[in-house]
């Protein structure tokens, strides 16, 4: 096996597989520039190489990946360069893109904590290996932005309305729940995944799709969600998180709440309370626009509201959440509008719109694709 042992994402080779490591430990592999730019150089050189029949993607440490580096995207909104850090969004974009269109079989092994930017690098791929170190979570609208990486796409194809919940919650989800709720397609305990791997690795140039879905099966476990998950509390989340707007999904579970006092619910109402009121209005609409879009089309318009949020015009409330939860850590930012009923449509409205008057911004262009399997026509 050849690697590269110094990068941060380091490369190991079998004849028929290309075993790609996110390489930032201390930094719970939080994607940098260099990342993304080397992931999509990588990806788009092995599409092109026949001999190359299967990508695993993951983590080195204790995550799989926790989202974007955010600090350097703040450091940079800071100096007055919010277009640089819109320009690293929009290559995260088309790296989530080529990733859902690819020719090849993506297994990503998420074996540790998979959070915001991280779910773009696995969950758009063929197949994701939840473990019993899995922790999933779209904390973004505690830290004053919005579910991106195409999540209207995808948590809007989750059961019900329980991608309404994690989205605008940020509630956090083990192995066996993402499997219960189709995120992940197989769970393998970590003992396991060495032999994985190796299995993986004897690939050979026949049919790579039914020979890695052979192998993940017979490797695969079924656990149950505990009975305190989420997962069995789908009749309260679609009758309280199909609700028109914010407001009246926070009304809807403090009805249930007096019906019958729960934890759960509680726990819900409170983190609704904590997060940002402009992230709760902007991501609620943008996951009922994209049960309606292509991936495509949600990562255009994802792209357009990361422009407005990084710009700052309508509110600065990623760079107080980012200071608040990241930086300093004193967990108590200062949401501007602090209510959600001072968050007017009209202001919603604004994070859906071209940035007409910036110069020189443009919508994202999406690659060309190519030799689409029928799995990537189907989200296009």
Not at 81 to 101: C, E, H, I, Q
Not at 305 to 331: N, P, Q, T, W, Y
Request: net charge neutral.
């Amino acid at each position: 096996m050849a690697s590269e042992p110094h990068s941060q994402v380091l490369v190991d080779e079998t004849s028929n597989v290309r075993i790609l490591t996110l390489n930032r430990p201390k930094k719970l592999n939080a994607l940098s520039l260099n990342m993304i730019n080397r992931l999509l150089q990588l990806f788009l050189a092995y599409e092109e190489d026949p001999s190359v029949k299967l990508i695993i993607l993951k983590g080195q440490g204790r995550a799989f990946c926790a989202g974007d580096d955010v600090s350097a995207v703040v450091r940079d909104i800071r100096l007055g360069k919010w277009r640089r850090s819109a320009d690293f969004m929009s290559l995260g974009y088309t790296l989530n893109y080529v990733m859902a269109t690819y020719s090849k079989d993506q297994v990503s092994i998420l074996n540790g904590i998979v959070m915001g930017g991280g779910t773009g690098v696995c969950v758009h791929g063929r197949f994701r290996i939840a473990t019993e170190n899995t922790v999933f979570a779209m904390p973004q609208t505690s830290l004053g932005i919005f579910p991106d990486v195409g999540a209207s796409y995808f948590l809007s194809r989750l059961p019900g309305f329980f991608g309404e919940y994690i989205g605008l919650t940020g509630a956090r989800l083990d192995g066996a729940e993402m499997l219960a709720c189709g995120l992940a397609t197989h769970f393998v305990p970590s003992t396991r995944l060495t032999a994985l791997e190796a299995d993986l690795c004897r690939i050979g140039s026949s049919d790579p799709v039914t020979f890695a879905s052979t192998i993940l099966d017979a490797h695969t476990q079924y656990p149950h969600p505990k009975h305190t998950s989420a997962c069995h509390r789908l009749d309260v989340i679609d009758k309280c998180f199909s609700r028109r707007t914010v407001e009246e999904i926070i009304y809807a579970l403090e009805r249930e709440a007096t019906h019958k006092p729960d934890d759960w619910i509680s726990a819900t109402i409170g983190a609704l309370e904590k997060a940002s009121p402009a992230s709760l209005k902007i991501s609620l609409r943008s996951i009922r626009e994209g049960r309606l879009q292509g991936l495509g089309q949600c990562l255009i318009r994802e792209n357009r509201m990361a422009s407005h949020v990084l710009k700052g015009e309508i509110s600065k409330d990623f760079v107080e959440g980012c200071r608040a939860m990241l930086i300093d850590k004193d967990r108590n930012p200062k949401w501007e509008p602090r209510r959600l009923e001072n968050m007017k449509d009209s202001m919603v409205e604004q994070y859906f719109k071209r940035m007409e008057e910036e110069d020189g911004w443009e919508d994202l262009k999406l690659p060309p694709r190519k030799h689409l399997p029928s799995s990537a026509i189907a989200k296009l």
